[in-house]
Structure formats: C-alpha cells, structure tokens
Nanobody, 121 residues
Framework: QVQLVESGGGLVQPGGSLRLSCAAS????????MAWYRQAPGKQRELVAA???????YYLDSVKGRFTISRDNAKNTVYLQMNSLKPEDTAVYYC???????????????WGQGTQVTVSS
C-alpha cells in the first residue's frame, strides 16, 4: 500500500495562498485519479479536487477558480495550489485516490495525518 504524506499547510490571512504537497512512498502511475480531500471540525470529509493521469481535473464548486490541482508522476507527488483563501477553507487537508464516493470507501488506515490549513485574520 502506498503511503501518502501531506505537507504545506499553515496559518494564512484571507486572500492569501498556500501550496500543498502530497508525497507518495511508491508510484502513483497506476492510480488514475488522485484527489485532495478536506475535513473541517464537525463536518464530513469532502473531495476538494481530483486529477486523472491524463490531466483532467475537477473541483468542488466552492473552490473552482481559486484552487488548482496538479500531479508529477515522476516525483510521485500531487499538489494543490490554493489562492484567494477564505475562512471557510479552514480544514485538515488529505490526499488519497478518488474513490468516487467522497473517500467513504477508503480504509481509515489509508489516511495520512493530513495538513492543517487555517485561514484567519
């Protein structure tokens, strides 16, 4: 099982930017769609963005135009560039394959520690 380690989170003011990275311990070439998810306190985990091996990307409506997902299969890394951040983007961000069900079928043991993003003035 490929281990995923997220990084790049932090505290940022509204309107600011962050770039998250997800480093895989093995090849992600065989994983068609890699995704970023987030979970805010008291809320369900939700898929934020995903990208296929062919480069097709799709996004949660609330982040369209502000977030950009990318992947570098040679480096086994997935990125999430987040611009124009809003307080409602505050959450722990995780990466994993897109299971088509908002991550609900992914085993608990397959989730990494995530990276905390806090948007606040």
């Amino acid at each position: 099982q490929v281990q995923l380690v997220e990084s790049g989170g932090g505290l940022v003011q509204p309107g600011g930017s962050l770039r998250l990275s997800c480093a895989a311990s093995g090849s992600i070439n065989g994983i068609n769609a890699m995704a970023w998810y987030r979970q805010a306190p008291g809320k369900q985990r939700e898929l934020v963005a995903a990208i296929t091996n062919s480069g097709f990307a799709y996004y949660l409506d609330s982040v369209k135009g502000r977030f950009t997902i990318s992947r570098d299969n040679a480096k086994n890394t997935v990125y999430l560039q987040m611009n124009s951040l809003k307080p409602e983007d505050t959450a722990v961000y995780y990466c994993n394959p897109d299971d088509g069900k908002g991550g609900q079928t992914i085993a608990p043991s397959a989730w990494g520690q995530g990276t905390q993003v806090t948007v606040s003035s």
